[in-house]
């Protein structure tokens, strides 16, 4: 293999309504994808714990994938990019 690609790229939103309004506007016109893994804090097994993770809260909550990969089209990229504007 002589190159190296990840299949996604993270966004992650600095507020709950940025993030809404990007779902919004990739749903239906581009794949995303929730953060892998999100917060461990989110999940039932660690709800007791008492370490605090807001940096995992805001991950979990407020960001999502994008595509990244080496099949994108010149026109799925240009549909991105005018989604990210």
């Known amino acids: ?10 966004l992650i ?3 709950k309504k ?4 990007y779902k919004k506007r990739f749903m239906g016109k581009v794949e995303i994808r929730p953060i892998v ?3 461990m804090n989110e999940q039932p097994f660690f709800k007791n714990n008492k ?4 940096n995992a809260k805001k991950i ?3 960001g999502f994938y994008i595509p ?10 240009n549909e991105i990019c005018k989604l990210l504007k």
């Open 1 to 10: 293999m002589d190159f190296v690609s990840n299949f996604a790229y993270p």
């Open 13 to 15: 939103f600095k507020n």
């Open 18 to 21: 940025s993030f809404e309004k």
């Open 37 to 39: 893994g999100g917060s």
């Open 51 to 54: 370490y605090k993770c807001p």
């Open 60 to 62: 979990h909550s407020q």
């Open 68 to 77: 990244n990969n080496p099949d994108l089209t010149r026109k799925e990229i």
